[in-house]
Antibody, heavy 118, light 107 residues
Framework: EVQLVESGGGLVQPGRSLKLSCLAS????????MNWIRQAPGKGLEWVAS????????YYADTVKGRFTISRDNAKNTLYLQMTSLRSEDTALYYC???????????WGQGVMVTVSS | DIQMTQSPSSMSASLGDRVTITCRAS??????LSWFQQKPGKSPRRMIY???NLAAGVPSRFSGSRSGSDYSLTISSLESEDMAIYYC?????????FGGGTKLELK
């Protein structure tokens, strides 16, 4: 069974940093691209970042470019999102999701909440 | 960036109704269109990918279609468990973009 479990969220002050993790199981992690998608309270879905299976290709939304870094450790079956210079508008539920060719976001984690507030 | 314009933003329908939700892409996205269902407090669930392909485990009353740059999600006979917010997604290019969502409620 495919499972994606996010962790690392919490309350953080504006301007500070936070690192999210997503532990994958039930599939060969190194064969799949991975993504972070977020959802602000009461709002829609916003794609944040993507990373290819071997980390060769990385993409970011303009809203986080230069502040967030997506990475992965295939030996640990774990996806990361390093978030710096956090702003109140980064407050959201952050999901990790898997993708493969022609099959975007086929599995999602349960999400982890990040609240940016003083 | 490709804009995905989803309509309606909300709708109410009765059990057994045929329901259609539409997304229009601002550029050609071919068949790189997926539909997701999100119920309150739950993670999104992929329903349709490649514009017309039913994801595993999704009931056959759901279907996807394309007419030019317009993409539709149709529920042939609405059931109570289908009440949710539905989102479309284009995956032909980065940044990936979602539609604004359609909240489907029971009349």
């Amino acid at each position: 069974e495919v499972q994606l479990v996010e962790s690392g969220g919490g309350l953080v002050q504006p301007g500070r940093s936070l690192k999210l993790s997503c532990l994958a199981s039930g599939f060969t992690f190194s064969n799949y691209g991975m993504n972070w998608i977020r959802q602000a309270p009461g709002k829609g879905l916003e794609w944040v970042a993507s990373i290819s299976s071997s980390s060769s290709y990385i993409y970011y939304a303009d809203t986080v470019k230069g502040r967030f870094t997506i990475s992965r450790d295939n030996a640990k079956n774990t996806l990361y999102l390093q978030m710096t210079s956090l702003r109140s508008e980064d407050t959201a539920l952050y999901y990790c999701a898997r993708h493969s060719l022609g099959a975007p976001f086929d599995y999602w984690g349960q999400g982890v909440m990040v609240t940016v507030s003083s | 960036d490709i804009q995905m314009t989803q309509s309606p933003s909300s709708m109410s329908a009765s059990l057994g109704d045929r329901v259609t939700i539409t997304c229009r892409a601002s550029q050609d996205i071919g068949n790189y269109l997926s539909w997701f269902q999100q119920k309150p407090g739950k993670s999104p669930r992929r329903m349709i990918y490649g514009a017309t392909n039913l994801a595993a485990g999704v009931p056959s009353r759901f279907s996807g279609s394309r007419s030019g740059s317009d993409y539709s999600l149709t529920i042939s006979s609405l059931e109570s468990e289908d009440m949710a917010i539905y989102y479309c997604l284009q995956s032909i290019q980065y940044p990936r973009t979602f539609g604004g969502g359609t909240k489907l409620e029971l009349k």
